[in-house]
T-cell receptor, first 113, second 117 residues
Framework: AQSVTQLGSHVSVSEGALVLLRCNYS??????LFWYVQYPNQGLQLLLK??????LVKGINGFEAEFKKSETSFHLTKPSAHMSDAAEYFC???????????FGAGTRLFVKA | GAGVSQTPSNKVTEKGKYVELRCDPI?????LYWYRQSLGQGPEFLIY????????DSGLPNDRFFAVRPEGSVSTLKIQRTERGDSAVYLC???????????????FGEGSRLTVL
């Protein structure tokens, strides 16, 4: 069965600092991997996704993530945090042959001025 | 509108009452999903529709929960005999592709917050 583990329910960084949000997954077949972001009082929206091909994927707002099969990880990074990045971030996995997308518990990112 | 629309945005009800939550997906999206998000948790899968039929309802917690999509567009999630533990945000999402194995980016609505007193 698929599962997603996000390490750290809360992460706090200073404005301009590196953002690193960790995600590990479990899947019996090659997965599709996603990061979604939820800003306050808004619905979840796709930040980036990995399907096939290049393992380093770039998303909106300067975020990127790298699929590492050997580590079953898909960590999200951004070189320099901005105040507007404060939100909740969800890692998600979907089997290539399936319908369900399974979400992690989420990591809330705080950005300090 | 262009996005997924969910109504009501907030619903407060009493234990034992019946509730309906509505989802209007993006036009042309054949796949529709319901998720439930409890405080401090990620979205939990409930049910998936491909067109009018429920292709996977394995996430529905018990037989008090039921969902329909009679014309392959709007969907209604129905909860009978509500319990306090049903309190959560119910999220609807739609997807433009309808084949198994598609990349399946989900487009979410803002959710319906259900509070059972």
């Amino acid at each position: 069965a698929q599962s997603v583990t996000q390490l750290g329910s809360h992460v706090s960084v200073s404005e301009g600092a590196l953002v690193l949000l960790r995600c590990n997954y479990s899947s019996s077949v090659p997965p599709y991997l996603f990061w979604y972001v939820q800003y306050p009082n808004q619905g979840l929206q796709l930040l980036l996704k990995y399907t096939t091909g290049a393992t380093l994927v770039k998303g909106i707002n300067g975020f990127e993530a790298e699929f590492k099969k050997s580590e079953t990880s898909f960590h999200l990074t951004k070189p320099s945090a901005h105040m507007s990045d404060a939100a909740e971030y969800f890692c998600a996995v979907r089997d290539t042959g399936g319908f369900k997308t399974i979400f992690g518990a989420g990591t809330r990112l705080f950005v300090k001025a | 509108g262009a996005g997924v629309s969910q109504t009501p945005s907030n619903k407060v009800t009493e234990k034992g009452k019946y509730v309906e939550l509505r989802c209007d997906p993006i036009s042309g999206h054949t796949a529709l999903y319901w998720y439930r998000q409890s405080l401090g948790q990620g979205p939990e899968f409930l049910i998936y529709f491909q067109g009018t039929g429920a292709a996977d309802d394995s996430g529905l917690p018990n037989d008090r929960f039921f969902a329909v999509r009679p014309e392959g567009s709007v969907s209604t999630l129905k909860i009978q005999r509500t319990e306090r533990g049903d309190s959560a945000v119910y999220l609807c999402a739609s997807s433009p592709r309808d084949r198994a194995g598609n990349t399946g980016e989900l487009f979410f609505g803002e959710g319906s917050r259900l509070t059972v007193l």
